[in-house]
């Protein structure tokens, strides 16, 4: 599991972080992706089955997951 990055992009380019932060962005990409195809394959009209959050976290952990 690739690591959260939380700050800006400015940020990450102060503290000489720039590819920790385009690497996180990246698995938020994926993790959206991920959470869209959930929706879109399981979603009934009412609700979501808990599998779609417990993948996810397997999947992109917790904070990833609430973060996206």
């Known amino acids: 599991m690739k ?6 992009f400015s940020e990450a380019k102060r503290n000489n972080e ?3 932060f ?3 962005l990246r698995e ?7 959470l869209d195809n959930e929706i ?3 979603f009934d009209g009412m609700r979501l089955p808990d599998e779609c959050a417990e993948n996810s976290i397997k999947e992109f952990g917790y ?3 609430i973060y996206t």
């Not at 690591?3 to 800006?8: A, E, T």
């Open 22 to 24: 385009r690497e996180s």
């Open 3 to 8: 690591p959260l990055y939380k700050f800006s």
């Open 28 to 34: 938020n990409i994926r993790c959206r992706d991920f």
């Open 18 to 20: 720039v590819e920790e």
């Open 40 to 42: 879109v394959e399981k």
């Open 63 to 65: 904070d990833r997951t």
